[in-house]
């Protein structure tokens, strides 16, 4: 029995729609997270951030850990005071982090030394200390487990044995959280490619028990089709009654395809990346806004969508403000991006309500597939 | 008689309040004109903007003229629709943007041809251009008239000369301008620190007949004793009846002695700048959130101040976010930083419509004094 509980309200086939119960409020699934890195969701105001839909957002150890560090922000009243987000937050274990950022690293079975990215100070996190940071100092509500990332691809027998060592950081995180009142953890499933690691990674994890279930290891260069393949045999052996998280995923696209195999939450930094790019988001994918023909087009990014950043200001405006390179023009595509995220997750939501789920997902597959043709023509036409 | 009324209230001394009443809204003074260069104030929302009392802003002719072009607006509906700011706009005439920014400069009696600092493309302002892309183009409520500006320190002959050329454009700018039903001009006096050429630019300036008068040449570096000194020998020759605008100004000490020499309106980069610079300001002057007593500090900014930015961050978070180059640091900072500015000057119009305004001048200069003590204090322990 889990601290929070997860009452599934519709399923479609292999998609569920639910909703999981915090202290801190409900998480509508299937859910995206924003992420806010530095205790802040880049270039957006934290009531901006709740009016898009969102219910949770992502911190990140190791950044955190760095500056302010997770004492400090111990000392300043938690993560959620510090950050005035008021809503449930879910923390990474610092572990992609230090894999993809961090220099100097080294990996033994007792945890990983690394050097800051920043000033090169030298810092240790084990799945000990990653909990102690996450759910005592930071405050999270979700804490997940340290694991090991390991390289795409990656040979069978070095995806093995980093698998097995994340299953001893599972239970060693499990040990080191132990029981909390108002507090959940998630462990992760590893395996990178392999059938048999990943069922073996998803047993090991059920049997420690985790209050929720990720999947990593994805989104990390293997393709799309890949990552289908791999959520195809690696959810099955996810217990049905607990949450399914797919990190750091992803596009649009993506999330429709995930969702129709079971997984229930998300986080990603692209829509608050890409705003800061100039690209705004939407069903048909990403759209450049500093492209020539939009300097004197006087339609907003999207009429529909019940955000003013999506709704109140014409291609022209946003065209301009890039080229001139103004705040404004992050501040804007980040939050329509976010809205444009959480809105989707709405419409999936709707959808499997009813029962209607396949069918919006060929709609959506239909109308990306547009966005691709019409990228590659206008690409080819430039050439 | 003018197409704006301009109703003064009270008056202190010389200090006036009033209310200059425009077709879209009206202009509480002594007032404070936030910076929305390129059709944007850095870092906020118009909506943000509007909050904290902003009646009015300002448009920088030479930076719209150039991206997206004057022309461009004008297709898109004007700057109002363009940029959504729905209340009263003054424009600059881009006379001083092309001195302090673009690059190889000719000035004739013509006009100034000069290239942009963009791109390089070769660009001419006139007067009649000027009003042309001001108040035909943009849609500017209150236009400027093209003026010539000065280096500081500079000759007599040259800044009689500079003057009268300046008297000559203003000349053409009311025959360019001509008489509008919903659009105000106003002229600018130039004379240096000379006393004989601001009373003969002051005159001049009257006779043409102007909805507003500007002081121009001012904070170039003259400093701020200077400043009063100007002030002091040039506003007894403009009229009582029509608002005084004294242009770029300025750190809030100044905005507090100008009103004392009867100035009505400012504009100032000032408070956006430096909020992207990390610096938060307040009657004690600029504070830096960077500074290391801040890093545990959980007070917020001002307390008082009914600013979301100024009240429900913390100083540790603003120090956090400026340290991490955080989008939100700037945002939150200029945010205050106008909230602050547009705060003092509705103190200032209480006090002059208490007949207090003598007392609040001396608690200000108290306090800013306070501040300057510190700053030198703890400048001299950093040496």
Known sequence: MSVFPYEIKATDGEARSGVLKTPRGDIRTPAFMPVGTAATVKALYMDQVKSTGADIILGNTYHLMLRPTAERVKRLGGLHKFSTWQGPILTDSGGFQ??????????????????????????????????EIQADLL????????????????????????????????????????????????????????????????????KIGFDGYAIGGLAVGEGIETMCDVLDFTVPHLPT?????????????????????????????????????????????????????????????????DCPASRDYSLAYHNHLFKSGEYLSAMLLSWHNIAYFE??????????????????????????????????????AAN
């Not at 230090?98 to 990996?107: A, I, Y």
Request: charged share 30%; aromatic share 8%; glycine share 8%.
């Open 98 to 131: 230090v894999w993809s950022l961090s220099k100097l690293r080294k990996m033994t079975e007792h945890g990983v030394t690394f050097q800051s990215h920043i000033d090169g100070s030298k810092h240790e996190l084990t799945p000990e200390r990653s909990i």
């Open 343 to 380: 809105d989707l997750m709405a419409r999936i939501r709707d959808s499997i309500t009813r029962g209607d789920y396949n069918n919006f997902c060929k709609d959506f597959e239909s109308k990306w597939e547009q966005g691709e043709a019409a990228r590659l023509e206008r690409s080819a």
């Open 241 to 305: 009654e607990r949450p399914r998280y797919l990190m750091g995923v992803g596009k649009p696209i993506d999330l429709v395809r995930s969702v129709a195999r079971g997984v229930d939450m998300f986080d990603c930094v692209l829509p608050t990346r890409s705003g800061r790019h100039g690209q705004a988001w939407s069903d048909y994918g990403p759209l450049n806004v500093k492209r020539a023909e939009f300097i004197d087009d006087e339609n907003p990014i999207n009429a529909d969508l």
């Open 139 to 206: 405050g999270a509500d979700i804490s997940m487990q340290l694991d090991e990332c390991t390289n795409f691809p990656c040979p069978e027998a070095e995806a093995r044995a980093s698998m097995e060592m994340s299953l001893r950081w599972g239970q060693r995180s499990k040990d080191a959280f132990g029981t909390r009142d108002s507090q959940a953890l998630f462990g992760i499933v590893q395996g990178s490619v392999f059938p048999e690691l990943r069922r073996a990674s998803a047993e090991g994890l059920r």
